[in-house]
């Protein structure tokens, strides 16, 4: 199957097209990680020039499949160093699809701030991108540029676009889409903000191409029956949001609290920040990105302030972390994120070890130039959201990350974070695949690109689970990885996964292309994909010494069931010689060359 990237040269002003064979890599996550291969040198300084941001549809994008819209961004991390990979709902990708782009790669730096635009109208593709100046949106907000650009390119056209903490290069600057929708590890933010880029706007018209359109309404069908059959593709999740997830999680005994110090809580104080509560306290609507029967976003509302959100991360990570349960002023922390740009989750991990950092007197008070961050302080919020953006006082050294912090104030295992990457809301001290899941993820601790195992153990059933199997932890984490690929690379919602298996996706995914592809197929894509991103990393300079937990998970444990739980080195070791073995990899985990060709690299 062929495809065309856009290949766009911000410093040249040159705009070019490259034909791919597909076909391997599916679309999304695998075609852009196998573009970023071509045109971004690993080695590269993130911020540098020679970054790159591959931004790739799927063959499934805009048609009927369920949450078919979603796009995929990859990118050299600045947080981390390693290979950045994200995804975004909303309805950017899909409207980026029906501009015609099937990828996007973004090179180069242009001298001055521009924006970019891209329609459907008129021949070449080539002749309908357009560079334009954005001087005058250097310096706006996510929903003031938004509004500028849909004013002057039109309502229907979908705007991508960096706030204030992109611009100056915070390194979990995120990119918005459709004002609140967020591209949101990693910094994909800082990568457009190195490059002068405010925005990307895109609008059109053009219908994805069906190979087999009555066999495809035939599968669709099937999956939205089998969708309304699970309660939390059917009601849950529109019902009470991704926070739903804050008494089941705390059930688990796996909600972080105080920089992951442990994970007890007063109920009575989680009662406060739950889902149950969003949706009594501030919700105003449920809402859905494209084509999604599921619904679970949320538009609230505090005061005058309307946005969307919080979602579970942001309501734990911006939350209890900080040993703050109040959740008007988590909301509004929330919102000011999204206006500015930046990743909920790591503002919330890189907030929370300075806080730590203050508590242990290894930064003074006077450190935090009038502004310190404290845990239980939630009065912090907003103001240190936009402190950060702006890179005032200490937002500065906070705009860092935590790993970047802790290391420049000489406490480096005060930094909850993989490969630089903060952690997300679920200890891995409960669940060893989750643990593997976060040391192995190729973007550093994340539990979308690590694979989501800990979903497991509530909607699984968390007596039937292997939940604390050190042995079953690599094939387990291995098969949420690549579920997850797949899942990224056809460009659909991890939360169709409730209810959806590969099987289901094959079906659609024949349909749509007219080629009979079977689940097997689309895991041995997955095997490759996962591969691809590994060789990203090792070019990048990163080993095994790399997929490892912070010291606080193998020495500090926490009770769960009675019992104190922790990932000692031994069995951080071994699960690592499970996971590298299965993968085909070595034991310092560069793969084999007969697992290579297994898949069929190259
Ligand atoms: S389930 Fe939620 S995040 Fe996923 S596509 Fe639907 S509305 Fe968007």
């Not at 593709?125 to 100046?133: A, E, S």
């Not at 734990?316 to 930046?342: H, Q, S």
């Not at 996964?497 to 689309?522: F, P, Q």
Request: aromatic share 6%.
């Amino acid at each position: 199957m062929k495809c065309k990237a856009t290949v766009i040269a911000l410093g040249a002003r040159e705009i070019k097209e490259q034909e791919y064979d597909s076909e391997k890599w599916l679309g999304g996550r695998g075609l852009a990680t196998r573009i970023l291969m071509d045109h971004c040198d690993p080695a590269c300084d993130p911020l540098g020039v020679d970054n790159v941001v591959v931004m790739a549809a799927s063959p499934l994008t805009g048609t009927i499949a369920p949450t078919a819209g979603r796009g995929h961004a990859v990118f050299k991390s600045p947080l981390t160093g390693a290979i950045g990979s994200c995804n975004s709902g909303g309805k950017w990708g899909k409207v980026m699809k029906s501009a015609g782009l099937d990828a996007m790669v973004i090179k180069g730096a242009a001298d001055s701030p521009v924006y970019i635009t891209v329609t459907d109208k008129g021949g070449a593709l080539t002749g309908r991108v357009t560079i334009h100046d954005a001087t005058d949106l250097w310096g706006k907000n996510v929903h003031e540029t938004t509004a500028i650009l849909q004013e002057r390119h039109g309502k229907s056209a979908s705007v991508l676009t960096i706030g204030q903490a992109g611009e100056n290069l915070v390194r979990f600057a995120s990119l918005m889409n459709d004002k609140n929708r967020a591209y949101g590890r990693g910094g994909p933010g800082a990568v457009f903000g190195s490059k002068n880029l405010k925005a990307i706007v895109v609008s059109g018209a053009r219908k994805t191409e069906v190979a087999e359109p009555a066999r495809l309404k035939k599968s669709v069908e099937q999956s939205l029956h089998t969708m309304r059959a699970v309660p939390t593709t059917k009601r849950v999740l529109r019902a009470l949001g991704t926070a739903g997830l804050v008494h089941l999680i705390n059930m688990m005994g796996i909600l972080p609290r105080r920089n992951f110090q442990d994970c007890s809580h007063d109920e009575s104080l989680l009662d406060r920040i739950s889902g149950e509560t969003i949706a009594e306290k501030i919700l105003e609507k449920p809402g859905a990105c494209f084509n999604c029967p599921i619904v679970c976003q949320r538009h609230t509302r505090v005061g005058e302030k309307t946005g969307e959100g919080p979602e579970y991360e942001t309501v734990v990570l911006m939350g209890p972390l900080m040993d703050i349960y109040d959740l008007e002023a988590i909301t509004l922390g929330n919102y000011a994120a999204n206006e500015l740009g930046m990743d909920t989750m790591s503002l919330g991990g890189a907030l929370a070890c300075a806080a730590e950092l203050l508590d242990d007197e290894e930064i003074k008070p006077s450190d935090f130039k009038g502004f310190p961050v404290r845990f239980g302080d939630a009065e912090i919020y907003p103001r240190i959201v936009q402190m950060i953006a702006e890179r005032d006082g200490i937002g500065d050294l906070i705009a860092e990350g935590a790993r970047e912090m802790a290391r420049r104030i000489g406490r480096p295992k005060s930094a909850m974070t993989v490969k630089g990457l903060e952690i997300p809301a679920y200890d891995p001290r409960g669940m060893p695949a989750q643990a593997l899941g976060y040391m192995t993820s190729p973007t550093g601790a994340c539990h979308l690109r690590g694979g989501y195992s800990v979903g497991l153990g509530f909607f699984g059933g968390i007596k039937e689970v292997p939940r604390f199997l050190i042995r079953q932890a690599a094939l387990t984490a291995i098969n949420q990885q690549n579920v997850g690929i797949i899942q990224d690379s056809l460009g659909v919602c991890r939360f169709t996964g409730y209810a959806l298996g590969i099987e289901h996706w094959a079906r659609i995914y024949s349909a749509v292309t007219g080629k009979e592809t079977g689940a097997k197929d689309l895991e041995r894509a997955a095997d490759r994909i996962a591969t691809l991103e590994k060789i990203f990393n090792i070019r990048a300079g990163f080993s095994r010494a790399d997929d490892d937990l912070p010291p606080r998970f193998k020495t500090e444990p926490i009770i769960i069931e009675k019992k104190a739980r922790l990932i000692s080195e031994n069995e951080r070791n071994r699960m690592l010689d499970d996971y590298y073995t299965e993968r085909g990899w070595d034991r310092e985990g560069a793969p084999l060359n007969k697992a290579m060709e297994e898949i069929d690299m190259y």
